[in-house]
């Protein structure tokens, strides 16, 4: 008997150590611990034994199953190990391989300037208010003291939509819209930024699109002085503290007097150089005291009431303070543009 049992075990070690998938594994666990397999059919054998038999060979049988499913085990075990191994080979991750990088969007430039002139005027206790882009011809002109067939409207070529809607060609509706908003006719002290379209065609200088900030204020008493040194902060602002500026007379309908606004040049300081044409000095933006037709247009009283406007073009800002020399960078999504621009990645540098 204790042959057998023997020759039984060596039998299923033999298998064992040929065994190299979990299938083969279940087959060798099926046939020799089944009902049917060979240890059953030892056990039933022991009906034959006498008592002493019995027990001895019992033992020895128990013993048997005992070792052949510790050696079914450790089959198992390592067959296990195999696989995850294989595993590991097989999907293993090279981490000195150079990664694909991790693309962070980032703030438009034209937006983070906006938002740098929206912060100083807000600090300044102006409120920032928006407009229509779909304008009508009342507020984008007749109110703004161009009335039609003005001969000022052909500078702003515009997209008209029907006669009297059109693409605002600037953000001086904004302006006429606040003032009669205003039923109790009070103080304003607003900038709107927005979108402002013109025919043009489009080259490194000229857009069909492009923004403006619009600056108003209205009160009793506000002159010229005043309007002077709200510029001179924002330039001083926005392009460094050393920078002076300098006001020329100019023309537009909806301010009287009409000024340009130059900076001193923030390239060579005012001695001249090729952004500033030798001159010293750059033009930065249109302004003015606002007109008394615009007044009475939007129910205030010239009388009572005095104010100045201006218009800050966000592009020309930007180019200047930046050195950008093609305004169409700003829209053609040029992903290696808009990256220098990124304040996460060049907080990072
Ligand atoms: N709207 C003018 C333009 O688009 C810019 C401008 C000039 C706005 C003078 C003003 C101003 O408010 O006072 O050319």
């Known amino acids: ?32 611990l089944g009902k049917k397999g060979p240890i059953s059919a030892l056990s039933s054998m022991m009906k ?30 390592r067959l296990e190990e195999e696989e995850l191994n294989r595993r590991l080979e097989k999907e293993k991750i090279d981490v000195t391989l150079p990664s694909t990088g991790v693309h962070f969007g980032s703030v438009h430039p034209l937006t983070q300037i906006i938002d740098e002139i929206e912060e100083l005027f807000v600090s300044m206790g102006y409120d920032v208010v928006e407009g229509p882009e779909v304008e009508t011809d009342l507020y984008n002109f007749e109110k703004l003291n161009l009335p039609k067939g003005h001969p000022a409207r052909d500078a702003q070529d515009s997209f008209y939509i029907t ?31 927005g979108k402002v379209y013109r025919r043009d065609d489009d080259d490194a200088t000229h857009s069909h699109q492009f923004t403006q900030i619009e600056g108003l204020v209205i009160d009793k008493d506000i002159s010229l002085a005043d309007l002077k040194g709200t510029l001179e902060v924002f330039a001083r602002k926005v392009f460094g503290e050393d920078r002076e500026i300098r006001l020329r007379p100019s023309f537009f309908p909806f301010t009287e007097p009409s000024l340009e606004v130059d900076v001193s040049c923030m390239k060579c300081g005012g001695k001249g150089c090729s952004v500033c044409k030798g001159t010293g000095w750059i033009e930065i933006l249109g ?6 037709n615009v007044l009475r247009a939007c129910g205030y009283d010239p009388e009572k009431y005095t104010g100045f406007a201006f218009g800050i073009g966000p592009e020309r800002v930007a180019m200047l ?27 990072e540098e």
């Open 163 to 193: 006669e009297e809607l059109l693409l605002r060609t600037q953000t001086s509706p904004v302006q006429a819209r606040t003032m009669d908003a205003n039923t109790e006719k009070t103080p304003i002290r607003v900038i709107c930024p």
């Open 1 to 32: 008997m204790n042959e057998k049992i023997n020759g039984l075990k060596q039998e299923v070690e033999q298998k064992l150590k040929n065994v190299s998938t979990m299938k083969e594994l279940n087959e060798v666990k099926t046939f020799y």
């Open 287 to 292: 302004s003015g005291m606002v007109h008394p």
């Open 321 to 347: 303070k930046y050195g950008i020399s093609d305004i169409r960078a700003f829209y053609t999504n040029d992903k290696r543009f808009l990256e220098d621009f990124n304040r996460v990645k060049g907080s």
């Open 48 to 77: 034959d034994l006498s008592v002493e038999e019995k027990r001895e060979f019992g033992s020895a049988l128990n013993k048997l199953k005992q070792e052949v499913n510790l050696m079914m085990e450790e089959v198992r075990i």
